[in-house]
Nanobody, 124 residues
Framework: QVHLVESGGGLVQAGGSLRLSCTAS????????MGWFRQAPGKEREFVAY???????TNWADSVKGRISISRDYASTTWLELDSLNPDDTAVYYC??????????????????WGQGTQVTVSS
């Protein structure tokens, strides 16, 4: 069992940056690959980025390519940094953990545990 808690969301001006954290409970964190997803009002949950168990591989959505960084430690935390924010980045951001597959994917159903989400609002 893994319990995930996101933090770092809030109100940000367009052009700004944010750093989200996801802290996991449990002693088996390094056996999970981690993903970040987001969901805007009235839209489906969409993939943002993922990172493998040992910090690789990493992958991200085209919508954030060139302005995103994802990283993790081996203890409990995964980070997502997003630059050059725009109003389209407004959403609830979720972190997720999975280990059913050997490598992470962009598919929400491939993740076993989810955090409660943190709201990110980008003002224009």
């Amino acid at each position: 069992q893994v319990h995930l808690v996101e933090s770092g969301g809030g109100l940000v001006q367009a052009g700004g940056s944010l750093r989200l954290s996801c802290t996991a409970s449990g002693r088996t964190f390094n056996t999970y690959y981690m993903g970040w997803f987001r969901q805007a009002p009235g839209k489906e949950r969409e993939f943002v980025a993922y990172i493998g168990r040992n910090g690789a591989p990493t992958n991200w959505a085209d919508s954030v390519k060139g302005r995103i960084s994802i990283s993790r430690d081996y203890a409990s935390t995964t980070w997502l940094e997003l630059d050059s924010l725009n109003p389209d980045d407004t959403a609830v951001y979720y972190c997720a953990a999975g280990r059913t597959l050997g490598t992470p994917t962009r598919i929400p159903d491939d993740y076993d545990y989810w955090g409660q989400g943190t709201q990110v609002t980008v003002s224009s």
